[in-house]
Each structure stands twice: as C-alpha cells, then as structure tokens.
C-alpha cells in the first residue's frame, strides 16, 4: 500500500498563507489521482481539493479560490497551498491515495 506523510501544519495568524505538503512512497505516483480532505473537531471529513495525474485539479466550491492544489511527480509530492486562512479552517488536514491510502495527518490551527 502507499504510504503517505502530510507535513506543513502549524498555528497561523488569520489572514495568513500555508503550504501543506503530502509525501509518497513508490515509484508510480505520476499515475496517482490525489485528495486533500480535512476535519475539524466534532465534524465530519470534508474533501477539499483533487488533482489528477495529468494535473488536472478539482475543488468543492466552499474553497475554490483560497485552496490551490499541486504536484511534484519528481518528489512523490503533492502540496496544498491556502490563503487568506481563517479559524473555520482550523482542522487536521489528510492527504488520500490509491487504494484508499491515507496519511497521519497534520494539524493546522488559525488564532490571533
């Protein structure tokens, strides 16, 4: 199975950027469609962004335009860049794989 690794979280100030990171194991990741989900406390999971191998990228209209996904196929990785951050999007971010491969996710916290 592929294993995944999200780096990148933090405590951010509203109003900030962030680029969360998601790091692959093995050598066929440029075929890999990739997602980006997150959870905030108490809530369910919320898919937030997709980006197929061709780089193609999806979105959920709640975050078109502050959420841009991207992908590194020489590094195995796939990145989530988010602007303009606000305390709704404080959560544990996950980034999802093939054969519904997950990683431990990382945390992002927005406070002032």
């Known amino acids: 199975q592929v294993q995944l690794v999200e780096s990148g979280g933090g405590v951010v100030h509203p109003g900030g950027s962030l680029v969360l990171s998601c790091a692959a194991s093995?050598?066929?990741?440029?075929?890999?469609?990739m997602n980006w989900y997150r959870q905030a406390q108490g809530k369910g999971r919320e898919w937030i962004a997709g980006?197929?191998?061709?780089?193609?990228?999806h979105y959920p209209d709640t975050v078109r335009g502050r959420f841009t996904i991207s992908r590194d196929n020489s590094k195995n990785t796939v990145y989530l860049r988010i602007n303009n951050l606000t305390p709704e999007d404080t959560a544990i971010y996950y980034c999802q794989g093939p054969q519904d491969s997950w990683g431990q996710g990382t945390q992002v916290t927005v406070s002032s």
């Open positions: 093995g050598s066929t990741f440029y075929l890999y469609y």
């Open positions: 980006i197929r191998a061709d780089g193609g990228t």
